[in-house]
């Protein structure tokens, strides 16, 4: 769970069938991950911005 890692750890590793791909501190690893297998990850992680982004709204006219 990737968004609970990031609420309590300081460091990450990220591997990928028992190899590191990427190490380093959350903050870092997070926001500007050099390893396209963490941004992968991290891309498809759900988030709820990227919900309410998405979620139309009878404001905008596009919901109920």
Excluded: C, W
């Amino acid at each position: 769970d990737l968004g609970l890692t990031r609420t309590i750890a300081d460091r990450v590793m990220v591997m990928n069938q028992g190899v590191v791909m990427e190490a380093g501190f959350v903050d870092q690893v997070f926001e500007a991950p050099s390893a396209a297998y963490t941004r992968e990850l991290l891309h498809d992680t759900p988030s709820l911005e990227r919900h309410l982004a998405a979620t139309p709204s009878p404001e905008d006219g596009r919901g109920d």
